[in-house]
């Protein structure tokens, strides 16, 4: 079985951060992801997407991620349910994420730069969360100093 989710698009609000009684973090927010057509008015739609991230990286959407940043997801989807006051069963559905890569910087109209958040392997770094609660993008746009022995190659 899989069950595996990967989706871009942009928050429709600030990630709302809250912690659980135990006192584990979890973050929630909401992505719009155009759909890849236009309605018979010729207009774009979008699906608003649920999306639950925990512990460090809830914290670190928290506190990097804003209203209409660019971010991309990738998690798992996961259906629960509950009963509501009135005693119907309300289903939710949601995106379990385990990565969040932040899109573009926070003072860009549409910067192409990647920032990396989760528990990914690869290209991706494990982020342990914000150093020093320093923006990761502060230095965007400008060179970086490597000297030739710093390159592995």
């Keep these: 079985m899989l069950n595996r989710v990967i989706l871009i698009g942009r928050l429709t609000r600030d990630p709302e951060l809250r912690y659980t009684p135990s006192g584990v973090a979890v973050t929630t927010f909401t992505l719009a992801v ?23 990286l809830a914290e670190t959407c928290a506190n990097y991620l804003r209203k209409g940043r660019l971010a991309a997801v990738e998690g798992r989807i996961q259906v629960r ?3 509501n006051n009135e005693g119907r069963r309300v289903y939710v559905t949601e995106v379990i994420a385990d990565n969040v890569r932040f899109l573009e910087s926070p003072n ?8 990396g958040m989760g528990g990914g392997g ?11 609660n320093q923006d990761p993008f502060q230095d965007d746009g400008r060179p970086i100093d490597i000297s030739d022995d710093d390159l592995p190659f």
């Design 34 to 56: 155009d759909r890849p057509f236009v309605n018979q008015q010729r207009e774009r739609e979008a699906d608003f997407i649920n999306i639950v991230t925990w512990r460090q």
């Design 81 to 83: 349910n509950y009963d």
């Design 108 to 115: 860009s109209g549409g910067a192409s730069r990647e920032e």
């Design 122 to 132: 690869g290209q991706q770094r494990n982020n342990n969360g914000p150093r020093d």
